[in-house]
């Protein structure tokens, strides 16, 4: 792997991978990382029909912001470097395809914030969370208390952003943090079999569900319900119900159009 690389893109076909590539910092997200998922998220190929995001090396997704990179910040600067991290990490909510977190080794402040910005997080059973930025003065600035709450609830976003405490990848999974905890020489193989399961799936269907999904978690339940009935009538404008519906009826595998 080219160490030079911040971010390493992988064209698997369907299914794309981007590695967070800075090992000897445990994948801390500078301005050049977040630049580089950006870059990645334009250059993704038409074809791409899931996203899986995972860390470099045996030690961590990502154990938060570049704590360099922000120590010299100004106030202005400060939330310039939030707002760019939010405006990045809410391309992963918003684009149609859905986003797996491959989760080994520490998940730490804005390594957490990413993962809750995907649609899943599959988790090792050697992996450490948590929101530390309190312990270093400052609060989690890339969407992650808003996320938490919506993840996991207010309850648990409390604890764990109001201590920083670190809790283990079981303690994850029962606040409702991540979707599974695998063995870690299980994750990989989990990982790809959720990934075929989406890449089986009618691509029109799984983009207006994630879009659904998006408007439900916003809140507004009125809102979510009115934009249910209108993505469940345009998916009937889609080759791909058509497609989907009449290969179950000749009993076939479906060949999806992606329109
Ligand atoms: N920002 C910048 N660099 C980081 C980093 C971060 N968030 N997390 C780890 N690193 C760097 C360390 O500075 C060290 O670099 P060096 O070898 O050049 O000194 C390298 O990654 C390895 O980390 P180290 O602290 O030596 O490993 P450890 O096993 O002793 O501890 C952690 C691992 C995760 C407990 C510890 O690195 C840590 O607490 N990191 C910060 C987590 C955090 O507060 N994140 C929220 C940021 S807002």
Redesign the pocket.
Known sequence: MDKETVLCVEDLGPIQRFRLN?P???N???GALIEALDRGLNALPKHARVLILSGAGD??F?????????QALSAEEAAAFSRRGHEVFARFEAMEIPVIAEVHG?C????CELMLACDFALASSQA?F????V??G?I??FGGSARLVERAGLTAARQLILT?D?IDAATALRMGVVNEVLAPDALRTRVDSVADKVVKAGPRGVAMAKRALALAAQGDRRTALAAETELFGLCFSTRDQAVGMEAFLARKPPVWLGH
């Open positions: 800075r000897d910092k445990l801390a997200l500078n030690r961590a990502a154990a938060g912001a570049d704590i360099q990179e922000m520490y730490l402040g804005g390594g450490v948590g929101f530390p930025e312990t270093l400052v989690p600035g920083g670190k």
